[in-house]
C-alpha cells in the first residue's frame, strides 16, 4: 500500500473526512473503555447519548456551544488568512475580566443596558489583548504564534492575581471568586428552568455575519486570497498589514464576546476557571468544521457532547476529566490522518503488481 498524489484535491473526501473522524474516534474511544475495565457501550453512552437525551441536556449543549463557536469563528478567519493566532483562551479571558469589572460596577437598580455594556466591554478587552499579538507582529517581526500562546499564561495569571486579591468577594468564605453580580446583569434567558440565554443567539448570529463578511465581501476575498497566495495577494495591492490587524482584532473581540458572556451568564462571578479551555478547544472545532462558520457550528455541538461526557464520565464512571481531552485529541489526530486522503489517494501495491 501506498500513496499517490491526486491530480486535484478530493470534494468528496473534504466532506467524508470529519464523518470518517469521528468514526475513528468512537472506535478508539470504545477500546479506551475496554482497556480502563469499563463497559464500552456505557462509556459510549455517557459521551454521545446522555448529553441529547433530554430537552435540558439539549440547552446545556448549546451553552458548552456557544463560547466554542465564538472562539471558533475568530480562530477561522485567522487561519483562513494565513494568521496562526493560537491565543483565544487568552482573549476570552481578557473579555471576561473586562466584562466583569463593568458587572461589578453595576446595580440591582441598573437598566438592562448594562448587558450591552458588559458584552461591550468584554469585545474590547478580547481586542485589546489580541492587539499585543498584532502589534508585536507588525513591528518586531515576532512569531504571532509564541506570542499569542504565552499571553494566555499571562491572562490566566492575571485572573488569578484579580480573583485572590483587589475583585476578591470578603464575604465569601475565602474562596478565590468574586461577588455575584447583580441580578440586573445576568445575560437573559431564552428557555425558563434552563441556563440556555441569549448568547446562543448571538453565537449564530456571528455565524451568519462572518460568512457574510468572509464569502460576500470585498475585504474578506482579500483576507481570503492573502491566505492562499501571498504573492498573488501583494500583487493586486491588498495589504498584509490591513489584513493582520483585521484578522487577529476580530479574533479577539469574538472571543472576549465570549468570556463576557460566560462571566455574565453561566457563571454570574468571576473564578480562576472562567473557562475549562474553550479557546484551546476551539483550535479543534475550527479545523473539524473545515474553517466554515457553518461546519464550526456542527463542530462546536460535537465537542461540547465531549465536554459534557468528560463530565458525567467523571461523576458516573469514575474515570477522570482529563478523558475530554483525549477524545479531543484522538478527534483532532484523526482528521488529520483522514485528511491526507484529500490530497492524496491509497494505491494497494498488490495489485499495481498484479495490473503489471
Known sequence: MRLEARPQPSVAMSIASPVIAVAITVVLGTLLFALL?????????VFFYEPIRSGYALSELAVKATPLILCALGLAVCYRSNIWNIGAEGQLLLGAIAGGGVALLATTATGGWIVVAILAAGAVGGMAWAGITALLRDRFNANEILVSLMLVYVAEMFLSYLVYGPWKDPKGFNFPQTQMFPASTQVPLLVTGTRLHLGFLIALAAVAAVWIFMFRTMAGFQLLVGGLAPLAARYAGFSSRKALWTTL???????????????????????PHVSPGYGFTAIIVAFVGRLHP???????????????????AQSRLGLPRSLTGVFQGLLLFSLLACDT???????????????R
Do not use: Y
Open 341 to 355: 486522503l484529500i490530497h492524496f489517494r491509497i494505491i494497494w501495491a498488490r495489485r499495481l503488481a498484479w495490473n
Open 37 to 45: 475495565g469499563k463497559d464500552p457501550v456505557r462509556g459510549l453512552m
Open 249 to 271: 482584532l476580530l479574533s479577539g473581540g469574538v472571543a472576549g464576546i465570549a468570556g463576557a458572556l460566560e462571566a455574565a451568564g453561566p457563571l454570574g462571578q468571576l473564578t
Open 294 to 312: 457553518c461546519g464550526i457550528v456542527l463542530a462546536a455541538l460535537l465537542l461540547s457532547m465531549f465536554i459534557i461526557g468528560g463530565e458525567f
